[in-house]
Nanobody, 125 residues
Framework: QVQLVESGGGLVQAGGSLRLSCAAS????????MGWFRQAPGEEREFVAA????????DYADSVKGRFTISRDNAKNTLYLQMSSPKPEDTAVYYC??????????????????WGQGTQVTVSS
């Protein structure tokens, strides 16, 4: 089992930058595929990005491709999401997720086993 704690959220201007972090407890972080999801008010939780155990493979939602970068530091048990040129429509609560268990549902919240509490990101225009 793993516990996840997100940080780094806040208010950012459109076109600026922000880096989210997700600290994982335990010694199994490097054995999990990891992901970021987000949920805006009144919306369903949606896939943002994912990264393989080694960090060698990444995947992004079309809406963030080219602007956001997912990375990980297995020595520090930490997952990151670098948000560049954010837009007001990126405003949401961002969640860290661990242990992608389903290839079929790899872009769905149901495809991940463990979740953090979330961190609010607000992008002003």
């Amino acid at each position: 089992q793993v516990q996840l704690v997100e940080s780094g959220g806040g208010l950012v201007q459109a076109g600026g930058s922000l880096r989210l972090s997700c600290a994982a407890s335990g010694r199994t972080f490097s054995t999990y595929d990891m992901g970021w999801f987000r949920q805006a008010p009144g919306e369903e939780r949606e896939f943002v990005a994912a990264i393989s155990r080694s960090g060698g493979t990444t995947d992004y939602a079309d809406s963030v491709k080219g602007r956001f970068t997912i990375s990980r530091d297995n020595a520090k048990n930490t997952l990151y999401l670098q948000m560049s040129s954010p837009k007001p429509e990126d405003t949401a609560v961002y969640y860290c997720a661990a242990d992608r268990t389903s290839y079929t549902n790899r872009y769905s919240p149901s495809g991940f086993r463990y979740w953090g509490q979330g961190t609010q990101v607000t992008v002003s225009s």
